[in-house]
């Protein structure tokens, strides 16, 4: 069956930007994840999101970053004007529900000039 | 401060020998851990998990050993095997965290035929 998939595979944006990158979860997963990577860094929680719930966020390394997840399917993470220290490795991972395994996307390179 | 902790960023290892990965935690309220691996380019995928009420669980060639007195799981590879290289993650959930998974740094696993 299909996995986690996300979009753009890559992006390379200037500092002070918008950019908005897609995770489309495996069908019927209730939660879903965003982490990212940094050089060098293991991966760091971002936001969860479980069923109609409201989001976890606590992850979100400032008002910056948000997140949106449209009928319980696709999520959309947005970063407004980017820095350059948001260059990462964005991950999104979607679960069965809480506390199941997750299964990860290939990821958004994110690259901020 | 690191929750999860893989204290030897590589580890080299001829074919056919074992493997041996290490992770320390450090909240006891994780009730749950994985090892995730990661080819470059690639999201991590999940591998093998264990539940605090176990103290080991095997799959194939990959066995988890949990030790929850001394906060410390590992990851055995018998026999090794040059397709092995690639970054392993380890990490831990529970503990108020809601599901979403504390990672460690990763550990890059180098298999040499």
């Known amino acids: 069956g299909a996995g986690v998939s996300q979009s753009p595979s890559n992006k390379v944006t200037e500092k002070g930007k918008d950019v908005e990158l897609r995770c489309d979860p495996i069908s019927g997963h209730t939660a879903l994840y965003w982490y990212r990577q940094s050089l060098g860094q293991g991966l760091e929680f971002l936001i969860y999101?479980?069923?109609?719930?409201?989001?976890?966020k606590s992850g979100l390394p400032s008002d910056r970053f948000s997140a949106e997840r449209t009928g319980g399917s696709v999520s959309t993470l947005t970063i407004q004007r980017t820095q350059q220290e948001d260059s990462a490795v964005y991950l999104c991972?979607?679960?069965?529900?809480?506390?199941?395994?997750?299964?990860f996307g290939p990821g958004t390179r994110l690259l901020v000039l | 401060d690191q929750q999860v902790k893989q204290n030897s960023p590589s580890l080299s290892v001829q074919e056919g020998r074992i493997s041996i990965l290490n992770c320390d935690y450090t909240n006891s309220m994780f009730d749950y851990f994985l090892w995730y691996k990661k080819y470059p380019a690639e999201g991590p995928t999940f591998l093998i998990s264990?539940?605090?009420?176990?103290d080991k669980n095997e799959d194939g060639r990959f066995t988890v050993f949990l030790n929850k007195s001394a906060k410390h799981l590992s990851l055995h590879i018998v026999p090794s095997q040059p397709g092995d290289s690639a970054v392993y993650f380890c990490a831990a959930s529970g503990g108020g965290s809601q599901g979403n998974l504390i990672f460690g740094k990763g550990t890059k696993l180098s298999v040499k035929p």
């Open positions: 999101f479980q069923g109609n719930s409201a989001p976890d």
């Open positions: 991972a979607s679960s069965l529900n809480r506390a199941e395994t997750q299964y």
């Open positions: 264990i539940s605090s009420i176990k």
